[in-house]
């Protein structure tokens, strides 16, 4: 029954995962240096939208950032953002960031 139960668990948290993802509408490889990025190239990241770009790169001009943890000033970025955007940042040399698929809601638009 325990094995049951932990399992049911698991699958919850599974479920919750994916759902976070499909909510952020973008699927990704490779990283992004935050502290070169555009406007338009920080939107390719997991939950950054045109406001919370802007936000960046003005957090970005008084200092270059070291840390995802920096960006948690940006009103808005919570833990489970920094969490999603850790693999697909960095903070020193080229992007590589490809946007590998987009949801409906964003290739309808264009």
Known sequence: MHHLMKNFVLML???????????????VSG???INTATEKELTQLPFIGEKKA??????RK???????????KVRGVSKKII???EPHVKFSGDSDLKVVSKSK?????K
């Open 83 to 85: 969490t999603a955007l």
């Open 105 to 109: 809601e964003q290739t309808s638009r």
């Open 62 to 72: 008084q200092k270059p950032l070291q840390s995802l943890e920096e960006i948690e």
């Open 31 to 33: 990283k992004l240096n």
């Open 54 to 59: 802007k936000a960046i790169i003005e957090l």
């Open 13 to 27: 948290f599974v479920l919750a995962s994916l759902s976070t993802l499909a909510f952020a509408g973008k699927q």
